[in-house]
């Protein structure tokens, strides 16, 4: 089973400076799904997953640690 990187996520949303809330609006979701995801508690959907690879301009592979390209992100 395919493993998200938590602590990928985290950093990311780190350096774009953003906190856990203002992601989650921009992602539609509250911020205590977003909490949970980021923490492990809950699994990132797969939309989710897209929806951030989409916003930080990177691969849904990087976020999920199959690679160490960051793109563009």
């Known amino acids: 089973m395919l493993e998200i990187d938590l602590k990928r ?3 990311l949303r ?3 400076d953003l906190k856990q809330k203002e ?3 921009i992602l539609g979701i509250s911020q205590r799904a ?3 995801y980021e923490s492990g508690t809950r ?3 797969l939309d989710v997953l897209v929806e951030l690879a989409d916003y930080y301009h990177c691969s849904t592979d990087y976020l999920l640690g199959r690679t160490n ?3 563009i992100c």
């Open 69 to 71: 390209k960051k793109g």
């Open 9 to 11: 996520v985290k950093d």
């Open 23 to 25: 992601l989650a609006e």
């Open 43 to 45: 699994k990132i959907p």
């Open 34 to 36: 977003y909490s949970h």
């Open 14 to 16: 780190e350096d774009h």
